[in-house]
C-alpha cells in the first residue's frame, strides 16, 4: 500500500447506488455473475475491461441505495483496488471494509480524470497523482485498515483463530 505502485482512474460521477453496482435482475446469482454486470448501466464496458488494482473516483454519495452487500463484493471480484470519492453511504461504507475494498473519503475526487495513473499513499492519507498534484484523504481508523490488508473481516478474523490455536 505505498505511493510507490500506480493505479488507473476510473471515473464515475455522482449518486452511484447499489443497483448500478449489483443490478437486481443479476442477485440470484453468485457474486460471479453479477460482477460482470457492475456498473453496466452507466458504463458498459467496465466490468469487461477493468483491471486488478484499477481505482474508481467518483461524486458524492458512492454506494447510496440499498444494503446488499454484493454491491462491494462485486467491485472485490473484479479486482477494484480502492474507491475515491468525496462521500460513501454508511452502510455501503461498512460492508466495503468488511469486504476488504478500501474506501478513501476525498473532498477533491472529481478532479481526479478518467484514464489517470495516481499513486495511493496510506500512510499520509493522499492520492498522488502524475502531473504532481496531492489530494488529501479523510483519516481511516487503524482496525479498518487491518481489515482491508488482510482481504476482508472473515479473513481478518480466520487469521486471528489460526494465529491463537498455533502452540506457544
Not at 481508523?141 to 478474523?157: I, K, S, Y
Amino acid at each position: 500500500m505505498s505511493a510507490g505502485a500506480t493505479h488507473k482512474v476510473w471515473r464515475f460521477g455522482a449518486d452511484i447506488d447499489t443497483d448500478q453496482l449489483a443490478p437486481g435482475a443479476y442477485m440470484k446469482l453468485a457474486i460471479e455473475g453479477i460482477a460482470p454486470h457492475c456498473l453496466e448501466a452507466v458504463r458498459p464496458e467496465f466490468a469487461a475491461s477493468v483491471k486488478p488494482g484499477d481505482v474508481i473516483a467518483a461524486g458524492p454519495s458512492f454506494g447510496i441505495g440499498s444494503s446488499r452487500e454484493q454491491a462491494a463484493g462485486a467491485l472485490v471480484n473484479l479486482g477494484v483496488r480502492a474507491v475515491i470519492a468525496p462521500s460513501f453511504s454508511g452502510l455501503f461504507f461498512r460492508n466495503a471494509f468488511n469486504l476488504g475494498l478500501l474506501l478513501l473519503t476525498c473532498p477533491d475526487a472529481e478532479q481526479l480524470s478518467d484514464g489517470e495513473r495516481i499513486a495511493l499513499d496510506l500512510q499520509q492519507l493522499q492520492v498522488r497523482t502524475a502531473d504532481g498534484r496531492v489530494l488529501a484523504c479523510e483519516p481511516i481508523p487503524g482496525f479498518l485498515l487491518d481489515m482491508v490488508q488482510a482481504g476482508g473481516l472473515v479473513n481478518q478474523l480466520r487469521q486471528r483463530l489460526q494465529a491463537a490455536a498455533r502452540p506457544a
